[in-house]
């Protein structure tokens, strides 16, 4: 289940650090600028309340993370969840299978980042769009997403990452196309 929220200015950054565990407070704090310690934060309160409705669990979550940093949940191996935020949006999917999502705020298109992490398809495909800079962030938010769901992160196999034929890509462009969002699963359990 998806849980979002884009209304990041509306929350008491105080009380809502209040509301994390130890581990994701330190966390938050690390961000220099109050928009990242906000979108942390609504980030985890986000998880907070999927495993509260979706699993009645109430304690605050803490992580363990794998080797390349993805999180789970200590003690709940059997809930997968993951999250992204940017300054536009906090996300969160909680899931009973592994599931990685990423979200980009649209930022104008800078050549040499798609060319270094698209292939030349992607590229005909940026190049031919209406709007070039949505089709990056769209195509980026894709190769993301996958590499959050398979545990591996940002790695220098960018080009490659959607000739993947065992994952399934939903990507949703916000309304006015202030940011994208993209939920990667595996396509067989």
């Not at 490659?160 to 949703?172: A, G, H, K, N, P």
């Amino acid at each position: 289940m998806l849980y979002i929220n884009d209304h990041l200015l509306d929350f008491d950054l105080t009380a809502a650090l209040a509301q994390l565990s130890e581990q994701r407070r330190e966390q938050a704090l690390r961000y220099r600028y109050e928009m990242g310690q906000r979108t942390c934060a609504a980030a985890y309160l986000l998880l907070c309340e999927a495993l509260r409705k979706e699993y009645g669990i109430d304690e605050k979550p803490i992580f363990i993370f794998g080797e390349h940093g993805k999180p789970s949940i200590q003690g709940h191996p059997e809930i997968h969840f993951n999250f992204s935020h940017c300054k536009e949006a906090a996300l969160c999917y909680v899931s009973d299978r592994p599931v990685g999502v990423d979200v980009e705020t649209v930022h104008s298109l800078r050549d040499g980042l798609a060319e270094y992490t698209m292939n030349d398809d992607e590229m005909a495909e940026i190049r031919g769009a209406e709007d070039p800079a949505l089709a990056f962030t769209r195509l980026w938010t894709m190769k993301e997403a996958v590499q959050k769901l398979t545990g591996e992160g940002i790695n220098n196999h960018l080009k490659e990452v959607l000739l993947r034929d065992d994952v399934l890509l939903q990507t949703i462009v916000a309304p006015n196309a202030r940011y994208v969002y993209s939920i990667a699963t595996w396509r067989h359990p």
